[in-house]
């Protein structure tokens, strides 16, 4: 269940109502499709850096695939989304083509920035995604100005801002509360807590590690949410966006989740123990929760799952093969997309 953070003892927030944490068979077959999609898209990710085919960093979402699929869920196409560099599984998530983001992260002229931005640095106007970011935290004020927009238009949309543990110590983060705070902007702010910041454990970087408290002093309510359980995170999600489709300013949301990787494809990671990847990922994968759920329900039965990985793995397959297939951009490219005239 999850955890709330209010603004102060003596003013409290309003209680959000009780949501439902049940699934139908058809959501949670959706839910498992999509983090299928992640996984596999980042596993083929990961081969190809190997391989050489994908050039300067790459930083893997494996494991934390309930966080975006879960939020997601309960948004509208209209809403906007911002994140860092650990991008990838956004994209898919918010409808982007596999085939480009794979031509992106190959430097080729069919990915989403015409190969230029590479892994950290897409986005697409069309999915209202405003792109990943390389820089720490930069991404915090630029989703605060996105929900600044949206309440100056006069709109009802949202903007989800995805930020990292390691991220949460950085000054542009308070400054991006405040204003939000003060002027009631439209924005979540999604903590995606994976327990390392590089290769710098929450406890050693962090006096107090209770992340979703980190408003209070601004005034802005917060919730600890299980980040593995896709069913969790859409739930906490659905109050969320409720909050702030209702005029009642910014919410934090802290997910607990975890990565099964390094911080990038070139990090060892031996500041943690195998075992302790191995008991995370044996206890608490989001996607092999979904599937008992699937499995003990009746909702679906493995030959049915094997045909959606097959199918997965396919698309998947023909993005990694549409992207070497791509040219590179021209030398002229160099050139272009520099400069707005405005």
């Given at each position: 269940m999850a955890i709330k953070a209010t603004k102060s003892k003596s003013k409290r927030a309003p209680r959000a109502a009780k949501t439902n944490l049940q699934a139908s068979g058809e959501e949670l077959l959706h839910y498992y499709r999509e983090m299928l999609m992640i996984r596999r898209f980042e596993e083929k990710a990961g081969q190809l850096y190997g391989m050489g085919l994908i050039g300067g960093f790459?930083?893997?979402?494996?494991?934390?695939?309930?966080?975006?699929?879960?939020?997601?869920?309960?948004?509208?196409?209209?809403d906007a989304v911002i994140t860092s560099y650990r991008d990838h599984g956004h994209m898919l998530a918010c409808g982007m083509d596999p085939r480009g983001v794979m031509a992106e992260l190959t430097g080729r002229s069919g990915g989403y920035s015409n190969g230029k931005g590479g892994s950290m640095h897409m986005f697409s106007k069309e999915k209202n995604f405003f792109g990943g970011h390389g820089i720490v935290a930069a991404q915090v004020p630029l989703?605060?100005?996105?929900?600044?927009?949206?309440?100056?238009?006069?709109t009802k949309n949202v903007s989800l801002t995805y930020l990292g543990d390691g991220a949460i110590n950085q000054g542009q983060v308070y400054e991006s509360l405040i204003m939000a705070a003060l002027w009631s902007l439209p924005v979540i702010y999604v903590i995606e807590n994976n327990k390392y910041a590089m290769g710098t454990s929450l406890e050693r970087a962090s006096a107090g590690t209770e992340l979703y408290k980190r408003g209070i002093a601004y005034g802005v309510p917060g919730e600890q949410v299980d980040g593995m359980d896709v069913v969790a995170v859409r739930a906490a999600a659905e109050m969320a966006v409720a909050h702030c489709r209702d005029g009642k300013g910014p919410y934090i949301l802290e997910m607990m989740t975890y990565r099964y990787r390094g911080h990038s494809m070139s990090d060892p990671a031996k500041y943690r123990a195998r075992e302790e990847v191995q008991k995370v990922r044996g206890e608490q994968d989001p996607i092999d929760h979904v599937r008992k759920l699937l499995l003990e329900g009746d909702h679906t039965d493995e030959a049915a799952l094997k045909l959606m990985d097959r199918e997965v793995k396919d698309i998947v397959s023909d993005a990694a093969e549409f992207a070497q297939n791509s040219p590179e951009p021209d030398i002229s490219e160099l050139w272009t997309d520099v400069l707005v005239d405005a």
């Open positions: 790459c930083h893997l979402y494996i494991g934390q695939e309930a966080v975006v699929v879960g939020m997601q869920s309960a948004v509208t196409s209209d989703g605060t100005g996105v929900a600044f927009a949206q309440k100056y238009n006069k």
